[in-house]
């Protein structure tokens, strides 16, 4: 039986995930400070393959609706990165969009954004058929070879 190694499947989507997803990512506008990106991270259990990372991923993909106010401490640091603006001010700033976000929800709220809808698309697809298929062609390869040099050895 042919298998895919875990460790293929793994470089696999980390070549997935440098190529189409944080491309996405940034094409979209999305990064501060660059830890969403720097979280990233793949995992691979019995050939079940995981992407994983902050866990606010699920308000860039979804947003954020109206109602309780967002945690302040993570936009302290968001303002800092993305409006460069720190000390009294960027706390001031932060605790403005906090309450703004109470009020009104998300910019992404509630059509969301097409984020993670890369990892679906024909092109992440058949990149990921591609590489695998050069990885089971040769294993069909090694297989091929074993069962001949057996036969014709005459062992079984």
């Not at 042919?2 to 696999?12: A, N, S, W």
């Not at 109206?66 to 640091?77: C, K």
């Not at 992404?108 to 089971?136: C, H, M, R, W």
């Amino acid at each position: 039986m042919i298998t895919i190694p875990d460790e293929i499947l793994k470089q696999t989507l980390e070549e997935v995930v440098q190529i189409y997803l944080i491309p996405k990512f940034l094409a979209l506008g999305m990064n501060a400070s660059g830890s969403w990106i720097n979280s990233l991270s793949v995992e691979v259990v019995n050939g079940t393959c995981y992407i994983k990372g902050k866990d606010y991923t699920y308000y860039l993909v979804n947003g954020r609706a109206p109602g309780n106010r967002p945690p302040v401490t993570p936009l302290i640091s968001w303002v800092a990165n993305k409006l460069n603006k720190t000390g009294r001010e960027g706390i001031g700033i932060a605790y403005a969009i906090a309450n703004k976000i109470a009020k009104e929800g998300t910019e992404y709220f509630p059509n969301g954004t097409d984020l993670l809808e890369i990892l679906q698309s024909p092109e992440v697809t058949n990149y990921i058929y591609e590489k695998l298929a050069i990885n089971l062609a040769g294993q069909v390869r090694s297989d091929i070879v074993r069962q001949l040099k057996t036969t014709f050895n005459g062992t079984n």
